[in-house]
């Protein structure tokens, strides 16, 4: 499998009124094809700073002081460099944990759909439109697209909206997809569902996922690897198994204490 993302010894930084803020320390992370690596830590730990940085949606005030971010080979981050735009939405497609943020209430499933394939594939026919906007609700185990298709957010459930959302991550066929948090508002029955069809879909297209979770619990079963993050740092990173049943770190110890059904 090769290497799809890396990130190599990134180092960022807030520039805050009182001075700089370091949030990102000296962090490594690599993504192959066909594999889940899920980024977990507690509130605060700089998973979403990781997570934004790879695709360039840093705050204002935050800057890379170190390190790179490679997609494929080709540094897209590094300080002083930001070559995410030819990639985001494209080659990275990026879920949240609101499908609210993803999807426009005042659009059909079906423009909206049309309009990120429009963006990303030049001169796309109609008709090519329909047709893959049509397979990727089907990819995302949705019963009935045609309905989905000509429904507003709105008149889906929480669930079928966030498969929306995932659809519109990977319609335009991403290398990479980021998940940021992005089944924690759903309940525990959708979120198994939704964590199955991440499964299914980097199994079924080779692409890469990165799965930003404060659940640990959720990320031993979804994930081929584990990185845990603390305080801006990598504290612990392996195979998932190895994490969870062989804890090198105290801090991925007390995570791991702290799920109520681990023993
Ligand atoms: N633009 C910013 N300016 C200053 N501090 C920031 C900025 N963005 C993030 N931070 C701080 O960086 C730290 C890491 O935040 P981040 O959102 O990456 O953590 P997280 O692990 O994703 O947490 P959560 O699960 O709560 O989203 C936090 O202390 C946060 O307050």
Redesign the pocket.
Known sequence: MSVLLKADGLAVT?R?AGGD?R?LDDVDLEIRRGQIVGVV????????????CVVGL??R??RVERGSVTLAGDVVVAPGVDRTDRVRGSAVGMVFQDASRSLNPLMRVRTQLAEVLRRHVRDITRAEVRRRSLEVLEQMRIADPARVLDSYPHQLSGGLRQRVAIALAVVTRPALVIA??CTTALDVTTQTKVVGLFRTLVDELGIGLLF?T?DLMLASDLCDRITV?SG?RVVEAGDAASVLDRPQQEYTRRLLAAIPSWT
């Open positions: 807030a805050l803020l949030l830590g507690e509130s605060g730990s700089g998973k979403t700073t990781l997570a934004r840093l705050d005030n935050v940021d948090e930003v404060h993050m801006g």
